[in-house]
Each structure stands twice: as C-alpha cells, then as structure tokens.
C-alpha cells in the first residue's frame, strides 16, 4: 500500500502547558492524570494506490490512562463528512498505522481503536493561530507562543508521531464529546502544537 500525504496539522490536550508527555519521551505523568488529546489534519496533496486525499480533513483522538508510554490508549477518528468511502479507508489505515509511516510507532501503545465517526469537520489557520471542529463533537482553537521577535517557539527534535518540530501553542478552547472521550476547556492555559507535516508508506 504505497502512499504519501503533506498538509498541516494542529492539537489540543487537556494537560496545563507544556505538556509533559512530549518533554519526557511520552513518560510524563499527564498533570490531569490521564492524557486527552484531538490531533487535527488538513491534507493538502496525498493519496493512497491510486485514491486521492488532496483536501481530506480528518481528526484523531485520543485518551491514556496515564503515561502514554504506559499504553492502554483509547483511539478514534472524525473524518470528514465529505470524504469518499475509500478515502476513509485510506485515512484509517495510515491513522490508524496500519499501512506503516509515522503512526506506526504509536500502534503498540494502542489498547483500543474506537472506530470512525463522520462529521462536517474544517480545520483553518492564518498565522499561528489554528481551529479545528467537527460538528457538535469537537472544537477546538489554539494560539502560537512567540518569542521577543515575534517569532513561533517550537520544539525540534522531538519524538512526536506528527512531525519532529512543532510550534508550541496554547489551547484558546478545547472540547471534546465523541467515542466516551470528554473534555472541555476555554482558560487558555492548556497546551497545544501545530506543524506543517509530511508523511509516506
């Protein structure tokens, strides 16, 4: 199953900033106790034996129980309503790491897929300032946090299975209600990331 997809992803989770989990190699102890998080992707060019996926928005979530390393994660996807049925095919199995690439790493650590949801889902950024919602199950928003110069902060070299550089962003809002997994949040002091990525298998 060869296949590749480049766009631009942002998330939300409900530990205070900065998050542990990404400093500590997923060891960290979640400041909540548990870890959940809402990991938004906006393809802009991909696709997957022959099927396209330029323009595919879709959004995985996820709950630890604590650690992430420890495992045991809950894990489901929101994809676009407007998606074909074999774009969401597509879009599990790379998600889900199944066809291998970047998600794959975190497939042991996975003691449940969910399944997939289908909702209107938009996912906007202008700057370094990102949204993303899918229908009444998830909304969320975030805003880079930015030196001297103005300039974004981020993290290089990081184990992250989205990219290994991402900004660091605080969450403006954060809510989800979707597969048992809930949380909500607008105080701006949660932690969130976004990056542009690219990922291939």
């Given at each position: 199953m060869a296949w590749q997809i480049r766009g631009e992803y942002m998330e939300t989770c409900n530990c205070a900033?900065?998050?542990?989990?990404?400093?500590?190699?997923?060891?960290?102890?979640?400041?909540?106790?548990?870890?959940?998080?809402?990991?938004a992707m906006h393809i802009d060019e991909g696709s997957m034996d022959g099927v396209s996926l330029d323009g595919v928005d879709f959004?995985?979530?996820?709950?630890?129980?604590?650690?992430?390393?420890?495992?045991?994660?809950?894990?489901?996807?929101?994809?676009?309503?407007?998606?074909?049925?074999?774009?969401?095919?597509?879009?599990?199995?790379?998600?889900?790491?199944a066809a291998g690439g970047p998600l794959a790493m975190m497939a042991p650590l996975v003691g449940r897929f969910a399944g997939v949801e289908r909702a209107s889902v938009s996912i906007r950024g202008e700057g370094g300032k990102w949204s993303a919602r899918a229908g009444e199950l998830i909304d969320q928003a975030c805003e880079g946090v930015l030196n001297m110069e103005g300039r974004p902060l981020v993290l290089d070299n990081a184990s992250h299975p989205v990219s290994s550089r991402i900004a660091l962003a605080r969450a403006a809002r954060s809510m989800f209600k979707v597969f048992g997994i809930e949380w909500k949040d607008e105080t701006g002091t949660r932690n969130a990331h976004y990056a542009p990525f690219s990922w291939a298998g």
């Open positions: 900033f900065l998050c542990p989990c990404i400093v500590t190699n997923l060891q960290g102890q979640p400041t909540e106790g548990d870890c959940k998080a809402a990991l959004i995985a979530i996820l709950q630890s129980k604590g650690p992430m390393g420890a495992g045991d994660m809950t894990v489901g996807l929101v994809v676009d309503a407007a998606a074909s049925d074999a774009q969401v095919q597509a879009i599990t199995a790379i998600a889900s790491g």
